[in-house]
């Protein structure tokens, strides 16, 4: 376990950090160190959770995605991408699913923006030959891919430009995505004090700019659940996995905060999803 400098480890130390005075027990000030090294020791590699098993339950959204973009992937001989791919783990289920040897499916391409899983997809999505390309939508960076060479675009949470995905799509091809919305876990930006990032991110913004783009929309639903965390350790490991959903955390400036949340657990955070299906015209 890698050491961290604490500000809890005594009461003076405590008083400096955070101008509250000597007040947390010795129980409190290791629980607080415990989730310093918890939050500066864990790390997202690929898209995967499993630090977190038994410790948070997640609701999932009525509707099928997978199942969804797996039988769009069998509706096409044309070539596939799928956006964000992560570590390659979700794609590498629908292949498997897909039943089909190496040399009778169609070319499957992947994005990842994220650099640490590049490396990871690649090993995972070697086995099928689908190359791995680094993409990033945010940055305004131009899909690799060829005008109208596709059949169906599948993007799981992950940004994308709408007129990128018109292009490469062919004529009739399907684009299919489920997002986070932008008012995802409102108790998060709450608690620890950030502002909403992405309020664009909404089922309606994006399903007027793919119309924009020239597609007709064939599916727009929303939906809203739980995620539950077991207690505060739990919360702090997700927040490290995915910083972007609180970026100015920390467990020092929101000490108290997370003794608070510790002594109501299990902590309970408001998911926020749409999908949106769509044609190219």
Known sequence: ??????????????????????????????????????????????????????????????????????????????SILDLGT?????????????????????????????????????????PWSIPVMEYDSDAGDVLPLAERSLGVVMARHESYEASEVAR???????????????????????????????????????????RDAGMRIDQVDEWSGQMRFADATALVTYLALVPWDAPDFSVEAHAQRLLDLEASAPIVVTQRRFRIYGTLE
Not at 91 to 107: D, F, I, K, W
């Open 86 to 126: 992560g570590g390659g783990e979700r794609l590498s289920l629908l292949v498997r699913s897909l039943h089909e040897p190496p040399a009778l499916l169609p070319q499957i391409f992947a994005t990842e923006g994220w650099a640490p899983n590049i490396a990871v997809a690649r090993s995972s999505l070697a």
């Open 168 to 210: 490469v799509l062919a004529p009739g091809g399907r684009f299919l995505t489920q997002q986070v919305d932008g008012y995802d876990a409102p108790e998060i930006h709450n608690w620890f004090g950030d502002d909403f990032r992405y309020p664009d991110v909404t089922a309606d913004a994006h399903a007027a700019s793919l």
């Open 1 to 78: 376990m890698r050491v961290v400098d604490s500000p809890f480890a005594d009461p003076e130390s405590q008083l400096s950090a955070t101008g509250r005075g000597p007040t947390w027990s010795q129980t409190e000030r290791e629980l607080l160190d415990t989730l310093a090294v918890v939050h500066a020791e864990a790390a997202m590699v690929g898209w995967e959770f499993s630090r977190l098993d038994e410790r948070w339950s997640v609701d999932e959204p009525w509707w099928d995605f997978e199942n969804d973009c797996l039988e769009a992937m069998r509706s096409t001989r044309q």
